[in-house]
Nanobody
Framework: QVQLVESGGGLVQAGGSLRVSCADS????????MAWFRQAPGKESEFVAS????????RYAGSVKGRFTISRDNAKKTVYLQMNSLKLEDTAVYYC??????????????????WGQGTQVTVSS
């Protein structure tokens, strides 16, 4: 069973940095395909980044490429999202997601089997 718990959200000024984490507190192994999504108020959920179980393949949404970095520590069963040069439009609830197998539609919510409860990231001017 996978139980994802996000942490590290908060309030940060535009241009600042923040790192959010997603820990799997369940008994499952660490070889899940992982991703971050976000949802801003009044907007649809948006893919942010994904990473394969061994970190070999990483993908980013165009809106965050060059500013965000996804990584994972399988020994700790934790996935991270380092967010730099934050913009007002990065304000959203950030969710991590896990897939039992590598999806072909990795940017689609329906490809993931498990979700965390989300952590709020607010960027202020």
């Amino acid at each position: 069973q996978v139980q994802l718990v996000e942490s590290g959200g908060g309030l940060v000024q535009a241009g600042g940095s923040l790192r959010v984490s997603c820990a799997d507190s369940g008994r499952a192994g660490s070889n899940y395909f992982m991703a971050w999504f976000r949802q801003a108020p009044g907007k649809e959920s948006e893919f942010v980044a994904s990473i394969t179980w061994n970190g070999g393949v990483i993908r980013y949404a165009g809106s965050v490429k060059g500013r965000f970095t996804i990584s994972r520590d399988n020994a700790k069963k934790t996935v991270y999202l380092q967010m730099n040069s934050l913009k007002l439009e990065d304000t959203a609830v950030y969710y991590c997601a896990a897939a039992r197998s590598t999806p072909t539609a990795w940017s689609t919510r329906g490809s993931y089997d498990y979700w965390g409860q989300g952590t709020q990231v607010t960027v202020s001017s």
